[in-house]
T-cell receptor, first 114, second 115 residues
Framework: AQTVTQSQPEMSVQEAETVTLSCTYD???????LFWYKQPPSRQMILVIR??????QNATENRFSVNFQKAAKSFSLKISDSQLGDAAMYFC???????????FGTGTRLTIIP | DGGITQSPKYLFRKEGQNVTLSCEQN?????MYWYRQDPGQGLRLIYY???????QKGDIAEGYSVSREKKESFPLTVTSAQKNPTAFYLC??????????????FGEGSRLTVL
């Protein structure tokens, strides 16, 4: 069974600054995927970024990047140049390769301070 | 536009009543999922279906039932056996064509409140 842990229930950051959200996971599989999803006040879940475990290079998507530490089973999300629209709940998730059942963490609520 | 449509967005139910939440997708996705979201608990998997006429229990299936008669549709019934049904319910889908890609597409959710 997989577990995903987000130890920061809430975070805040000044607009235009950088913030890092933490996530640790546990899985017995060798091939798996890791994700960060964003849930704004509209409640629509949106994929932010995805990382394949077999890739050593950290994924990046514009202002969003991850720090993937496979040995430590750590998968943090860095948001650069934070914008007001980044305010949301952020969920870390894990799925095994070929099995699309995602296991989610409990989420981190990110507040952007103008 | 392709997407996932959940209805109703808000639903009120009296104790002892069954209620069905609708989920329809026009993305031609093979697999569909139902998640339950509660404050402080993230998303928990209720049921999922990888092909038509087949579905599997997730982590919290007790008190719920589903059907998958069409590829596009995956309704969830919250039965009177569900002890604490008040929650936000999210439907999602994925295409097996992107084997292992893992990107779920979500609907906008349904908020169920038991009175």
């Amino acid at each position: 069974a997989q577990t995903v842990t987000q130890s920061q229930p809430e975070m805040s950051v000044q607009e235009a600054e950088t913030v890092t959200l933490s996530c640790t996971y546990d899985t017995s599989e060798s091939d798996y995927y890791l994700f960060w999803y964003k849930q704004p006040p509209s409640r629509q879940m949106i994929l932010v970024i995805r990382q394949e475990a077999y890739k050593q290079q950290n994924a990046t998507e514009n202002r969003f990047s991850v720090n993937f530490q496979k040995a430590a089973k750590s998968f943090s999300l860095k948001i650069s140049d934070s914008q007001l629209g980044d305010a949301a709940m952020y969920f870390c998730a894990c799925s095994n390769f070929g099995n699309e059942k995602l296991t989610f963490g409990t989420g981190t609520r990110l507040t952007i301070i103008p | 536009d392709g997407g996932i449509t959940q209805s109703p967005k808000y639903l009120f139910r009296k104790e002892g009543q069954n209620v069905t939440l609708s989920c329809e997708q026009n993305l031609n996705h093979d697999a569909m999922y139902w998640y339950r979201q509660d404050p402080g608990q993230g998303l928990r998997l209720i049921y999922y279906s990888q092909i038509v006429n087949d579905f599997q229990k997730g982590d919290i299936a007790e008190g719920y039932s589903v059907s998958r008669e069409k590829k596009e549709s995956f309704p969830l019934t919250v039965t009177s056996a569900q002890k604490n049904p008040t929650a936000f319910y999210l439907c999602a889908s994925i295409s097996w064509g992107g084997y292992g890609t893992g990107e779920l597409f979500f609907g906008e959710g349904s908020r169920l409140t038991v009175l």
